[in-house]
């Protein structure tokens, strides 16, 4: 009879196991999970710290922090737990997403700019796979990029990477993209009301740039309500509008994966999708209460920036700068793509 696989030998699997695309020989108990939760937890919350006292992104606080215990991730026995964090609380944060979402607020916006959205959204992603094609990245790594830079930053970045898995170059290449992502929004944030004003947009213009090409929720809503209340609305639609159609792009690229893959075969759609939709559509029939969808975002965010720092806690180091600054120049083409498309969707559609 052979011997039991030991508990270091579960660890070494785990520790493989960077995306959760490997099914493991052996069970990983619950037990097992808890130390490295705990180091996620305790960094999720020192990030949180650091953002409410000083302003910052709580995806990009997470993610430097988790990069600063990168050590950590050469112990065995943080590895399930550092897995479950970032991969399994990753696809509920997504599934909670939907609590932001409701059908009234994307009808709201009228057809003309509902459909300048999926314009700009479906270029900017385009252009991130072509971008990546072009300086010799694949082209899961372009939808990586276009696809974050499209929605909602980091959270598209991590809901793309959990489907796209193995076809990923690598977690490396993801925390780069994490941190581009970040500091492109933040910069984003600060620039664009006066891009705004240079343009002499109005509030409801102002509110679609902003709401349209600004990548991450927080510096959308941000730079929406610096320059007039009005405008932070109009934003947080156009943005809410964007998050929206993250399922269905998910969706799709996994539709196109798949029929690549098996010659039109068409698979079932990944759990955490469905989860989504689901919830947005209860959301928007009014079944989830105010208090309750509140409550949701907030967990939605706090998952994710455990995810976040999980996956800057097992990036490895010695391969993060192995391209040098070429991922970065594919965030940045994606970023100016969606910046004059919105502008001139906001000159030209909005009024």
């Known amino acids: 009879m052979a011997p039991r696989p030991t508990h270091a030998v579960v660890g070494d699997i785990a520790a493989a196991d960077l995306y959760g695309d490997i099914v493991p020989a052996v069970r990983v108990r619950p037990m097992d999970h808890l130390p ?30 988790g990069l600063a215990l990168n050590f950590l991730s050469s112990d065995k026995r943080l590895a399930p737990g550092l ?12 599934v909670l997403v939907g609590a932001r979402v409701t059908l009234g607020d994307i009808v709201h916006l009228g057809p003309l700019t509902l459909l300048a959205v999926a314009v700009i959204l479906s270029a900017t992603l385009a252009s991130g796979v072509i971008a990546a094609r072009l300086l010799g990245f694949s082209a899961a790594f372009g939808v990586l990029c276009g ?30 993209v994490l941190v581009g992502i970040s500091a492109m929004s933040a910069t984003a944030m600060v620039l664009y009301p006066i891009i705004a004003h240079q343009f002499g947009f109005d509030d409801r213009q102002a509110g679609f740039l902003f709401g349209a090409a600004i990548h991450d929720v927080a510096q959308s809503l941000g730079a929406g309500y610096a320059f007039s209340p009005e405008a932070g609305q109009t934003a947080a639609i156009v943005k809410l509008t964007r998050v ?19 010659g039109g075969k068409v698979s079932r759609l990944p759990w955490f999708i469905v989860g989504f939709f689901l919830l947005a559509a209860a959301n928007s029939a009014g079944l989830v209460p105010h208090v309750a969808a509140q409550g949701a975002t907030q967990l939605a965010a706090g998952l994710l920036a455990c995810a976040v720092t999980a996956t800057g ?25 969606a910046l004059c498309l919105s502008l001139a969707a906001a000159r030209i559609v909005v009024s």
């Open 313 to 337: 806690i097992r990036s490895p180091m010695q391969s993060l700068l192995q391209h040098g600054p070429k991922p970065l120049l594919v965030i940045l083409i994606a970023t100016l793509v």
């Open 147 to 176: 696809g974050s830079v499209a929605i909602c930053g980091a959270s598209a970045a991590l809901a793309f990477a959990t489907l796209l898995g193995d076809r990923r170059d690598g977690q490396a290449q993801l925390a780069i």
């Open 36 to 65: 490295g939760l705990a180091v996620a937890g305790a960094a999720t919350l020192a990030a949180a710290f650091l953002s409410d006292h000083y302003g910052a992104p709580l995806t990009l606080m997470g993610l430097l922090v």
């Open 83 to 94: 897995g479950f964090s970032s991969r399994t609380l990753l696809r509920w944060g997504i």
């Open 244 to 262: 929206a159609l993250l399922a269905p792009t998910l969706a799709l690229v996994a539709v196109l994966m798949r029929t690549q893959e098996g």
